[in-house]
Nanobody, 117 residues
Framework: QVRVVESGGGLVQPGGSLRLSCVASGINFSIYAMGWYRQAPGAQRELVAAITSGGSTNYADSVKGRFTISRDNAKNTVYLQMNNLKPEDTAVYYC???????????WGQGTQVTVSS
């Protein structure tokens, strides 16, 4: 059974930091591309950051220089370090595991991030 579980969300003041974690079990984690997405109220889900099985990364323009995605294959975990958070970063953050050019794609349940003073 595949499970994708996010953690680390919460309430933080503008300019603060959070680190999200996502543990994916039941898959061969090291060969999956991992991504962080977010969805704000009334908005579509958007890609925030992604990391390939080989470690290549890409980021949404809105988070470049502030967010860092990384993975630890030994722990089946992907991280999203978020610094200098802004109110517009407020959203539910979702973790996704996707296997190459296949239809295999798994989502977590999401974790809420709220940036407010």
């Amino acid at each position: 059974q595949v499970r994708v579980v996010e953690s680390g969300g919460g309430l933080v003041q503008p300019g603060g930091s959070l680190r999200l974690s996502c543990v994916a079990s039941g898959i061969n984690f090291s060969i999956y591309a991992m991504g962080w997405y977010r969805q704000a109220p009334g908005a579509q889900r958007e890609l925030v950051a992604a990391i390939t099985s080989g470690g290549s990364t890409n980021y949404a323009d809105s988070v470049k220089g502030r967010f860092t995605i990384s993975r630890d294959n030994a722990k089946n975990t992907v991280y999203l370090q978020m610094n200098n958070l802004k109110p517009e970063d407020t959203a539910v953050y979702y973790c996704n595991a996707k296997l190459g050019r296949t239809v295999l794609s798994y989502w977590g349940q999401g974790t809420q991030v709220t940036v407010s003073s």
